[in-house]
């Protein structure tokens, strides 16, 4: 039992109708600790009860049972819970360290099917910087849905279809060169994407060249295709390499054009239920009902758009994954079409449209400019991930010059700096990426926690590496620890909450107060000193570095044992 269910324990006799997770609602952690560990206010009991939220929590301290706390008291509204410290915090240390691994881990999902569909690049282009979020957003949301217990599955919906395709090989036509194309693909594909876009502004003949190259790759013509696959091929080498630099996994690589042959079952279905519309020539869903513009199914040319497709795509992933929710991790300019898609599902009658859940994220700048792929204002990601890990190993230099494996841990720091600055900021935010103040080891940073974590693994270290058990005592004394043991019995509820608002930037917080605290902690304590504390105080120790690698990990972060 953790402490929250104890609070509800305690309460529940004194508020026979409320459920348990009425009461669980209601509880609240109060911002000054003086004010407790846990408060319960009973404001909204006045209503029912008739009576001034003051009398009614004087009324219902009579009936709770205080066993177990330091102790329980009225402050007007509320009653506040104060934790037996001894009791609770060696409680604690024992949880964690009985099972590091699943601390924190919960059964909510019941390994119920979660699709996430993210990072979904268009292929022929650079990987920029604009793309880490969507990617790392959306693992960081998987590993902590796979704590609290579902099964998250990895969908790269890669950008491989539409008429960007068409444009590229009209482009390819008109100024490509095959040797120049295989000694560098991804730059020179870019290179003629952008000088096509750019010159469609005086030669607007050129769009209308991209829109028939399109036609025919769809029609299944023989040169475009095979300029469509040369295309994909050599973008998906390109990608791997900084998925694997990222640690990232995909369960499945199903772009658009995987369902380029699924579109005629939708075209079908919107035909049968009489939702297809004529409108200039095109085909249309009506969706005022919605309060939306109407949706654009087909082109007057009658080839197929975005929409088609991942309409195609939901009904592929409903009846292949069954999923109880489907998660779209797109920037947020994508909100209408996302609304649309939800709108156009639920008038076919699929009732699990309800199960779609569009999670958006603020846009990336890079030292405060905006980025476009179109016009070739970009900043590619493997760049940038490869210059913070050369910045992290001048300062792994710095510090720790004799570090044996300096090269892997500076990839882990950073890697893993350029991951937590995105993932420490709420997503819906919009960040300014600036290296320099991504990589440093002091601040609001990933090097800042990791480091952190090392420091207690080279306490551990110097101690021995101490065995704990659950028959030791291990009671701490000191407002420092009972902060750090407070800060790791919220972990489960974090980890809980980040997960219900697909919210990674909660254990991003959570780690970097963790770090805080540790530090703090370290400075004012003679952890090693030989006296009755010593085992517990190692215990806390070990404790942190398990919690801090552990959310850490949930972020797709390394925990470095050294730095």
Known sequence: MNEREQVINALQPALPELSASEIASKIERPKDSNNGDYAFPTFFLAKTLHKAPQMIAQDLIAKIDQTGFEKVVVAGPYINFFLDKQVVG????????????????????????????????????????????STVIGNAIANILAKVGY????????????????KLMAAY????????????????????????????????????????????LENGDKEAYRLWK???????????????????????????????????????????????????????????????????????????LYITRDLSAALFRKRM???????????????NHFDQLKAVLSEMGFTWSKQ????????????????????????????????????????????????????????????????????????????????????????????YVQYAHARAESILRKA?????NDEMHLTLSGDEAWGILTRLGQYSEVIERAAKEYDPSLIGKYALALAKDFNQYYAHTRILVDDDEKLARLALVKAVSEVLKSALALLGVKAPDEM
């Open 90 to 133: 060696e409680n604690i240390l024992k949880t964690i360290l009985a099972d590091p691994d699943n601390y924190g881990s919960q059964n909510i999902g019941k390994l119920a099917n979660v699709a996430i569909d993210l990072s979904s690049p268009n292929i022929a282009k650079p990987m920029g910087m604009g793309h880490l979020r």
């Open 151 to 166: 099964n998250p599955i990895r969908i790269n919906h890669l950008g491989d279809w539409g008429t960007q395709f068409g």
């Open 173 to 216: 036509k008109m100024w490509g060169n095959e040797e120049e194309v295989k000694n560098d693909p991804i730059n020179t594909l870019q290179k003629y994407y952008v000088k096509i876009n750019t010159e469609a502004d005086t030669h607007p003949e050129y769009n209308d060249l991209g829109r028939e190259w399109f036609k025919k």
């Open 230 to 304: 040369w295309f994909r091929n050599e973008s998906l080498k390109r990608f791997m390499k900084i998925y694997r630099l990222l640690d990232i996994d995909f369960d499945s690589y199903n772009g658009e054009a995987f369902y380029n042959d699924k579109m005629a079952e939708i075209d079908q279905l919107l035909q049968d239920k009489h939702l297809l519309h004529e409108s200039k020539g095109a085909q249309i869903v009506d969706l005022d009902k919605y309060n939306l513009n109407p949706a654009l199914i087909k082109k007057s040319d009658g080839s197929s």
């Open 321 to 335: 994954y069954g999923f109880a929710q489907a998660l779209y991790v797109v920037g947020a300019e994508q909100r």
């Open 356 to 447: 779609i859940h569009y999670i958006p994220f603020g846009l990336m700048s890079l030292n405060g400019k905006k980025m476009s792929t179109r016009k070739g204002n970009i900043v590619q990601l493997e760049d940038v991930l490869n210059d913070s890990i050369k910045l992290a190993r001048q300062q792994i230099a710095e510090k720790n010059p004799d570090l044996a494996n300096a090269d892997e841990v500076a990839q882990q720091v950073g890697v893993g700096a350029v991951i937590f600055h995105d993932l420490k900021n709420e997503r819906t935010n919009s960040i300014d990426f600036k290296l320099a103040d991504v990589v440093k080891f002091e601040g609001e940073t990933g090097p």
């Open 464 to 468: 021995g590496q101490p065995t704990f």
